[in-house]
């Protein structure tokens, strides 16, 4: 069974500074794909960016990249120029490849806070 | 486009009731899941719907819980009867057939047994 590890259950940081997020998973999968979520406060989860296991480019949206270390199953996330409405819940989630659809199995979850 | 929207926003109810939560997908999406986040720990998978059938519903926790969607559109997760250990936030998500499969959340129903 895939697990996902969140070891930072509380993150904080200033406005338009930088900051990462760490997720570790363990698979014996190879054709697999990377999620992370965001959930602000009171609100729904959304997606924020997602890798796919076998292209060895990082993927990137706008302020949102991540660190994909497929050997070392790492998969960070780093946030620049950090900005208020970046508080929120984020989650690391896995899904198995090989299909189109599938369960995520997710991390425990990191509080981020982004102080004006 | 309206999101995948959820009913009750929040429930509370005695230990040995009944509960039936709703969920709303976004139209044309052939896949619903359940989720489950119990207090401070990850949200779990519950099952997983293509249109009417169930195609996983390995994360359910036991008979107590009854799934269905009919005619493929909505689904509703019965609990019956709620214990003090279903307490948590029950999510709803959707999504199409494609190869990214991007599951869109619901905002959640908050159950609270007492």
């Known amino acids: 069974a895939q697990t996902v590890t969140q070891s930072q259950p509380e993150m904080s940081v200033q406005e338009a500074e930088t900051v990462t997020l760490s997720c570790t998973y363990d698979?014996?999968?190879?054709?697999?794909?990377l999620f992370w979520y965001k959930q602000p406060p009171s609100r729904q989860m959304i997606l924020v960016i997602r890798?796919?296991?076998?292209?060895?480019q990082n993927a990137t949206e706008n302020r949102f990249s991540v660190n994909f270390q497929k050997a070392a199953k790492s998969f960070s996330l780093k946030i620049s120029d950090s900005q208020l409405g970046d508080t929120a819940m984020y989650f690391c989630a896995f899904r198995e490849g090989g299909t189109s659809y599938g369960k995520l199995t997710f991390g425990q979850g990191t509080i981020l806070t982004v102080h004006p | 486009e309206a999101g995948v929207t959820q009913f009750p926003s929040h429930s509370v109810i005695e230990k040995g009731q009944t509960v039936t939560l709703r969920c709303d997908p976004i139209s044309g999406h052939d896949n619903l899941y359940w989720y489950r986040r119990v207090m401070g720990k990850e949200i779990k998978f519950l099952l997983h719907f293509v249109k009417e059938s169930k195609q996983d519903e390995s994360g359910m926790p036991n008979n107590r819980f009854l799934a269905e969607r009919t005619g493929g559109t909505y689904s509703t997760l019965k609990v019956q009867p709620a214990e003090l250990e279903d307490s948590g936030v029950y999510f709803c998500?959707?999504?199409?057939?494609?190869?990214?499969?991007?599951?869109?959340f619901g905002p959640g129903t908050r159950l609270t047994v007492l």
């Open positions: 998500a959707s999504s199409q057939v494609n190869s990214y499969n991007e599951q869109f």
């Open positions: 698979t014996s999968e190879s054709n697999y794909y």
């Open positions: 890798q796919e296991a076998y292209k060895q």
